[in-house]
């Protein structure tokens, strides 16, 4: 194969790491790729500096273009965008979905209100039929920008990927690529994806996802053929694999100020947009301050990202987490690292982090986060803590209008909660009586559930042996050979 070109997008933090900071970069490059990556306009610069000894070549994703495009028949947009994402199959479980339709019923402004019969109308339609669904990716060619034209002519692509198939902004550069018969391709970033974004933004040749799961979701719910759908793995695990991004426990411990001689209980916040966290942080507080568990135990808590959004909701969650971790003894809190510009707190630069705060975790908690399979990597007990909070996220105070909440006890069926569930490699916990006995389960008996984990993980992600983002390098330049033919 003679010098070829790739655009990537990497329009979100873990994209970054995804494709520059695995081995899918260097296995293009070893194949003779040239590499051109899009991002966070804001963070050109940066990432250029970062990455300067790689080769890459660094270009903004125009997003300031793009906000100024979706202004252009904006409901229109907005409504594609929403039936995009709730109308996929019925063949497969469609539960997450369901929840994203029962928050925009919700939340709906009056504006939307006249448009919901309609739309539910479609919604029916695009559940039961291919032919419906097909012409709803169809019509989204309608809204093609041109924004990326300079870029087209300035480096001739012979692929473009993107880290979601028009999911996100990328929908514009893929768009763009079809019209001008340039080959395009899409990798799952998110374990959750394929069963709660559905229907692709763009025109898209071929995708590659982490398991054989994930394939069937692909096929049965989005309607990709069968021979238009790899299986790569997930490149960024193969960090956790090798123990690329591990801190020494003692160093770790001095980093947060945590206490080497008591037992650690790690929590990741989760599931954030539709419900509180605190009600699952105050129970495990109450449990390490009181000493109420086998050995004397401390609390570390990981804001999640959207904890910085401008929303008063979030940020009132993080300020309750911070005042109750320096009220009671033995809790502690980690911000996530933020990369800047707009990909805010979902970031990469946190690895080490994230990496050690699972492994020397003595038992991991969250909510069905992404974070129960990389953990279960570390082989670490893992508890799913689902308090319903009594009032939810309650109403927003601003202009009256309603934010919805989804209690943590009715969540389970979701496709990744519903396989963590029925897999064994962890529990599942709905009060602090359970907790309490979660917990000093795994004190006791840290070894539990190990096979179930292991067996968990070969599912869900297929490739454990560090070996992922080879293996999706070599896919991806399988299909630059495929379009030169």
Request: glycine share 8%; aromatic share 12%.
């Amino acid at each position: 194969m003679g010098s070829k070109t790739i655009f990537i997008t990497a329009d979100h933090g873990l994209a970054i790491v995804y494709f520059l900071q695995t081995e899918v970069y260097k296995t293009l490059q070893d194949g003779g790729a040239e590499i051109v990556v899009l991002t966070d306009d804001g963070l050109v610069e940066q990432i250029t500096k970062r990455f300067q000894d790689t080769g890459v070549i660094v270009e903004g994703m125009r997003l300031p273009q793009v906000r100024e495009y979706e202004r252009v028949s904006s409901d229109l947009q907005w409504w594609l965008g929403f039936l995009r994402r709730v109308g996929g199959s019925n063949r497969i479980n469609t539960t997450a979905m369901d929840s994203y339709v029962d928050q925009v019923l919700i939340e709906a402004s009056p504006r939307q209100v006249p448009v919901l019969p309609f739309a539910w109308l479609l919604l029916w339609l695009l559940r039961r039929s291919t032919r419906v669904r097909q012409a709803l990716v169809d019509y989204q060619q309608k809204f093609t920008a041109n924004i990326y034209d300079d870029l087209f002519e300035r480096y001739q692509p012979d692929l473009v990927v993107g880290s979601t198939p028009g999911w996100r902004q990328d929908r514009y550069l893929l768009r763009e690529a079809a019209v001008r018969g340039v080959s395009t391709a899409s990798v799952i970033v998110g374990w959750d994806n394929p069963s709660s974004y559905s229907l692709p933004g763009a025109p898209v040749d071929s995708i590659t996802c982490w398991s054989e799961i994930q394939k069937e979701e692909l096929i049965f719910g989005s309607d990709w053929l069968p021979e238009d759908v790899s299986i790569g793995g997930i490149p960024i695990y193969d960090g956790y694999s090798k123990n690329q991004w591990l801190m020494p426990r003692d160093e770790y411990f001095k980093l947060h100020g945590l206490d080497p001689d008591r037992k650690l209980l790690s929590y990741a916040c989760s599931f954030i947009s539709f419900s509180p966290n605190y009600q699952n942080i105050e129970a495990l507080a109450e449990l390490v301050s009181s000493d109420a568990l086998v050995e004397p135990s401390q609390l570390l808590v990981r804001l999640h990202p959207n904890h910085f959004w401008d929303n008063w909701l979030f940020q009132d969650e993080r300020e309750r987490i911070y005042k109750l971790a320096s009220e009671l003894p033995h809790v502690h809190v980690v911000e996530p690292v933020p990369i800047g510009g707009e990909l805010g707190y979902y970031s990469g630069e946190d690895m080490p982090e994230k990496a050690s705060m699972m492994a020397h975790a003595d038992v991991f908690l969250t909510v069905y986060s992404t974070m129960v399979v990389e953990a279960a990597i570390h082989d670490r007990p893992v508890v799913s803590v689902c308090i319903d909070a009594p009032k939810g996220w309650g109403y927003v105070r601003r202009f009256y209008l309603r934010k919805y909440s989804l209690p943590l006890s009715k969540i389970g069926d979701w496709p990744t909660h519903d396989r963590f569930r029925k897999s064994g490699a962890g529990k599942v916990v709905y009060d602090i009586a359970q907790l309490q006995e979660a917990i000093n389960s795994y004190l006791e008996h840290p070894g539990a559930d190990s096979e179930n984990r292991r067996s968990f993980i070969e599912r869900e992600v297929t490739f454990t042996d560090g070996s992922a983002g080879r293996r999706t390098g070599e896919i991806l330049l399988s299909m630059l050979e495929d379009g030169a033919t």
